[in-house]
């Protein structure tokens, strides 16, 4: 079982940038998949970004170009760098990881085991 902890949410001005950080303790999780989702009010969690076998990135069409997800090994720590910011992109934020899919990615919640607690990111108009 690994944990992890997000930081770096806040609220920020439309246009503005704001880095999410996703670290895991309890064990290495460089060879897990790593996911970030969103829920915002009233609305289901939603797939934002992914990272998996190494460095494979694929996003949800609704940040591409804005986002970018990477992986810093030796410090156990997974960025999400959101730049552009919009308001709709105001949503607490989630990381996941999962070992099992480290060789396929998943876009899909369910797929992910180890989850954390969440961090707000408030976009501003």
């Known amino acids: 079982q690994v944990q992890l902890v997000e930081s770096g949410g806040g609220l920020v001005q439309a246009g503005g940038s704001l880095r999410l950080s996703c670290t895991a303790s309890?064990?290495?999780?460089?060879?897990?998949?790593v996911g970030w989702f969103r829920q915002a009010p009233g609305k289901e969690r939603e797939f934002v970004a992914t990272i998996w076998s190494g460095s494979r990135t694929y996003y949800a069409d609704s940040v591409k170009g804005r986002f970018t997800i990477s992986r810093d090994v030796a410090k156990n720590t997974v960025y999400l760098q959101m730049n552009s910011l919009k308001p709709e992109d105001t949503a607490v934020y989630y990381c996941?990881?999962?070992?099992?899919?480290?060789?396929?990615?998943?876009?899909?919640?369910?797929?992910?085991?180890?989850w954390g607690q969440g961090t707000q990111v408030t976009v501003s108009s």
């Open positions: 996941a990881a999962d070992p099992s899919i480290y060789y396929s990615g998943s876009v899909y919640p369910a797929e992910y085991e180890n």
């Open positions: 309890g064990r290495t999780f460089s060879r897990y998949c």
